[in-house]
């Protein structure tokens, strides 16, 4: 069982509101991750960390921001949520390879699911 | 670049048969080859990788994957099907000499298995 948490689990808020939603893992991981899923569909790469103080956009474009002030922490932001944030947010993490010979398994919290009215 | 396909959206198998989630994938060296599941509302959970060696990986929940490099494959099996094995697979490949460079996730496969 990966030691990795995401709360809220479930998040139920109005137009314009700032939300920030939670990551933290236990596991000692550099390397963290921020997915956009829609129910059922593809996952979206839309963040990540290779370790403190360093953040990266993913593959998709997102409104969100996120920050990594400590290394088991990596919280996500909006500013003023929209229906069109509404979807699962799923968190994940994985040693970062320092060399060929490490594989850097992601291991995923249980998710949030936003739902922006 | 690298990319991976599962050119099924849903497969369907009544329990107790074996099952088959297929996966290809493209990478510019050689990979490194995962497989997630994902029930409802739930995030997803690690089943089995490739790394090197033995083309036959076992994981999880007696699933197993084989890697086939002249077909780029990397299908998902099972000798039998249960009920509870119904969810969203993803297969997922990053290049091996590229470390540090992210996964590439596929669009998952929809896995019914009926009573």
């Known amino acids: 069982e990966a030691d990795i948490y995401q709360t809220p689990r479930y998040l139920v808020i109005g137009t314009g509101k700032k939300i920030t939603l939670e990551c933290s893992q236990t596991?000692?991981?550099?390397?963290m991750y921020w997915y956009q899923q829609d129910p059922g569909m593809e996952l979206h790469l839309i963040h990540y960390?290779?370790?403190?103080?360093?953040?990266e956009k993913g593959d998709l474009s997102s409104e969100s921001t996120v920050s990594r002030i400590r290394t088991e922490h990596f919280p996500l932001t909006l500013e003023s949520a929209r229906p069109s944030h509404t979807s699962q947010y799923l968190c994940?993490?994985?040693?970062?390879?320092?060399?060929?010979?490490?594989?850097?398994?992601?291991?995923f919290g249980p998710g949030t699911r936003l739902t922006v009215l | 670049a690298q990319s991976v396909a599962q050119p099924e959206d849903q497969v369907n198998v009544a329990e107790g048969n074996p099952l088959t989630v297929k996966c290809t994938y493209s990478v510019s060296g050689n990979p490194y080859l995962f497989w997630y599941v994902q029930y409802p509302n739930r995030g997803l959970q690690f089943l089995l990788k490739?790394?090197?060696?033995?083309?036959l990986v076992k994981g999880s929940y007696g699933f197993e994957a084989e890697f086939n490099k002249s077909q780029t494959s990397f299908h998902l099996k099972k000798p039998s099907a249960l009920v509870s094995d119904s969810a969203l697979y993803f297969c997922a490949v990053r290049d091996m000499e590229h470390y540090g460079q992210n996964f590439v996730f596929g669009p998952g496969t929809r896995l019914s298995v009926l009573p």
């Open positions: 596991m000692g991981h550099d390397k």
């Open positions: 490739y790394i090197t060696g033995d083309n």
């Open positions: 960390s290779y370790g403190v103080n360093s953040t």
């Open positions: 994940a993490s994985s040693e970062y390879p320092l060399s060929g010979g490490t594989v850097d398994t992601q291991y």
